[in-house]
Structure formats: C-alpha cells, structure tokens
C-alpha cells in the first residue's frame, strides 16, 4: 500500500492546489479553482450532443457525475492517504503486541495462534498478553 499511497500523493501535490469545485450553469458543468471567487483553473467536461447541438440529457448526468468525482477528489486523495497510512501503523502496532514471546527461552515467534510450540526450544505456546506468552 505505501506505493498507492506515494503515487497518490505525488498525483496531489503536482495538482492545482486547495479545494476545487463543481459549477452548474445550464448545460456548462465545469470544475474550477477559484482564487477570491476569480476561476484560475478550469475543466470544462465535452460529451454526446443532440441534433440542436445541446447536450443529451445522458451526457448532462454524466458531466455532473464526473464533475463531483473530480471536485471531490483534490481534497478526497489526500484524506484517504492519511487515512490509510493510519490504519497501517495501527496494524503494525496490533501485530507487535500479537507476537508471542516464548517463556521458556525469550524468542519472539511468528505463531500468531493459540497452542502452537516455540520455533527455537518447542515450549508450548498456549496464548499471550501483550506480546507476552502465557
């Protein structure tokens, strides 16, 4: 997961900065930037038209869609890494203290189940506290 993570950030921090936003106006659905209410960054979304050359009402729904995706995730990215990377240390913690440690001759053994014996000296592991075996 620390890949995902550091391409995710990378994506963030080349991107425009700050919270974008999705703007509706008719038939023109855009995604901007704004810098004291000014647009300094804008994506226009193109799709199907109809004969009058307006858009379809498919494509309509679908700017909508992909213009909330696309607001959101500027902002959305970044919570999610931080997020994971949370979980991940949470997890690495959890497995530490999980690790049960033999009574008998002090070896830290990757047995992460009860009643299994010591891979060093074969004492029988019967469950743990802390990291300690009982």
Same mark, same amino acid.
């Given at each position: 997961? *620390?890949?995902?993570?550091?391409? =995710?950030?990378?994506?963030?921090?080349?991107?425009?900065? #700050?919270? %974008?936003?999705?703007? $509706?106006?008719? *038939?023109?659905? #855009?995604? &901007?930037? *704004?810098?004291?209410?000014?647009? $300094?960054?804008?994506? =226009?979304?193109?799709?199907?038209?109809?004969?009058?050359?307006?858009?379809?009402?498919?494509?309509?729904?679908? %700017?909508?869609?992909?213009?909330?995706?696309?607001?959101? !995730? #500027?902002?959305? $990215?970044?919570?999610?890494?931080? =997020?994971?990377?949370?979980?991940?240390?949470? #997890?690495?913690?959890?497995?530490?203290?999980?690790?049960? $440690? &033999?009574?008998?001759?002090?070896?830290?053994?990757?047995?992460?189940?009860?009643?299994?014996? &010591?891979?060093?000296?074969?004492?029988?592991? !019967?469950?743990?506290?802390?990291?300690?075996?009982?």
């Amino acid at each position: 997961m *620390t890949e995902l993570i550091k391409q =995710a950030r990378e994506l963030c921090e080349g991107a425009t900065p #700050r919270t %974008w936003t999705m703007s $509706v106006d008719g *038939t023109d659905i #855009r995604v &901007c930037h *704004t810098i004291d209410e000014k647009c $300094v960054c804008c994506l =226009a979304l193109m799709g199907d038209y109809n004969e009058d050359e307006t858009p379809t009402e498919e494509t309509l729904l679908q %700017w909508q869609a992909d213009a909330a995706f696309i607001a959101a !995730s #500027r902002t959305l $990215v970044p919570a999610l890494a931080d =997020a994971l990377e949370k979980a991940e240390r949470e #997890r690495d913690e959890l497995k530490a203290l999980c690790r049960p $440690v &033999c009574p008998k001759c002090g070896l830290e053994n990757d047995r992460h189940f009860q009643g299994f014996h &010591c891979d060093r000296c074969g004492a029988r592991l !019967s469950g743990f506290k802390g990291g300690k075996a009982e």
